[in-house]
């Protein structure tokens, strides 16, 4: 499954279990919703709060790909920084080692 239908999915399981249980946790606590003089039916006060918990998702899975794309990009510039460091260590090395193989491997084709 591919990253955005699994996203879509999260999404649409996030606002859907938001809705159940807060249907049932205001008509168990008998919970009223105002804003300002104004009585929020109980399906709008729901689905904004379901909008509310999908933003703070959404924000909560920017940072956790921000703090972990950061991590695997730092451990991938120090990796690549000790290749660096170690083909420039013991390029001599891999020098001499190609020049004998070059003069030492069999030119010969055999049929």
Same mark, same amino acid.
């Given at each position: 499954?591919?990253?955005?239908?699994?996203?879509?999915?999260?999404?649409?399981?996030?606002?859907?279990?938001?809705?159940?249980?807060?249907?049932?946790?205001?008509?168990?606590?008998?919970?009223?919703?105002?804003?300002?003089?104004?009585?929020?039916?109980?399906?709008?006060? /729901?689905?904004? %709060?379901? !909008? &509310?918990?999908?933003? $703070? =998702?959404? @924000?909560?899975?920017? *940072?956790?790909?921000?703090? +972990?794309?950061?991590? /695997?990009?730092? %451990?991938? !510039? &120090?990796?690549?920084? $000790? =290749?660096? @460091?170690?083909?420039? *260590?013991?390029?001599?090395? +891999?020098?001499?080692?190609?020049?004998?193989?070059?003069?030492?491997?069999?030119?010969?084709?055999? @049929?």
């Amino acid at each position: 499954m591919s990253f955005f239908k699994s996203f879509l999915l999260a999404i649409i399981a996030t606002l859907f279990l938001t809705y159940v249980l807060g249907v049932s946790l205001i008509e168990l606590l008998d919970v009223d919703v105002y804003m300002g003089e104004k009585l929020i039916e109980p399906l709008m006060a /729901i689905s904004i %709060s379901a !909008l &509310v918990m999908v933003l $703070l =998702v959404l @924000v909560a899975l920017a *940072i956790v790909l921000s703090v +972990f794309g950061s991590i /695997i990009f730092v %451990s991938m !510039l &120090v990796f690549g920084g $000790l =290749v660096m @460091v170690m083909v420039g *260590i013991f390029w001599p090395i +891999f020098f001499i080692a190609v020049v004998i193989w070059l003069i030492t491997r069999d030119t010969k084709q055999r @049929v």
